[in-house]
């Protein structure tokens, strides 16, 4: 080996010592955050990819499972079938043809607007479970008998 090979040599080995004994003795520990910092964001990324990937996946697993089809969409279909048949309720409120003492779960007339308003939305009724009573229950929860005449006394 010649000399100028040798001190070559030498001074590759000894550059990064000075530099490294430097840093460790004035943070009295070597700064790792160059190296560490990438492969955080590495592991990021990745998890952020499988989550991306295998979260719907398992969502859909889920409601095949337990058999549910729940969507906002197939909520709001049958809320505005039951706000249309609650108007309907109110119009014949407002027209002499029902009182406010008739708005009633057992009212055959807001029975058979609850028979409608599945009849209007089918997929998303039956999505939900959707029965005449519970949709009876939920416009005569919609009608604003307040507009319409005092509600009789209680006895």
């Not at 889920?62 to 505005?80: C, E």
């Not at 706000?83 to 409120?93: D, F, K, N």
């Amino acid at each position: 080996m010649t000399r100028a090979a040798a001190s070559s040599l030498a001074i590759v080995m000894l550059l990064p010592a000075p530099a490294l004994a430097q840093a460790a003795a004035s943070a009295g520990r070597i700064d790792l955050t160059p190296i560490v910092q990438p492969i955080l964001a590495v592991i990021g990324t990745v998890i952020a990819s499988l989550l991306a990937i295998y979260v719907p996946r398992a969502i859909a697993v889920l409601q095949a499972r337990a058999k549910i089809q729940l969507t906002d969409q197939q909520r709001a279909t049958v809320l505005g079938a039951v706000r249309t048949a609650a108007g309907m309720i109110e119009t014949r409120l407002d027209q002499g043809a029902m009182r406010v003492s008739h708005v009633d779960v057992a009212n055959p007339a807001i029975r058979a607007e609850a028979a409608a308003a599945i009849n209007a939305v089918p997929l998303a009724a039956a999505a939900l479970n959707m029965t005449v009573d519970g949709v009876a229950r939920m416009i005569v929860g919609a009608i604003d008998t307040g507009a319409h005449g005092a509600a009789p006394a209680a006895d």
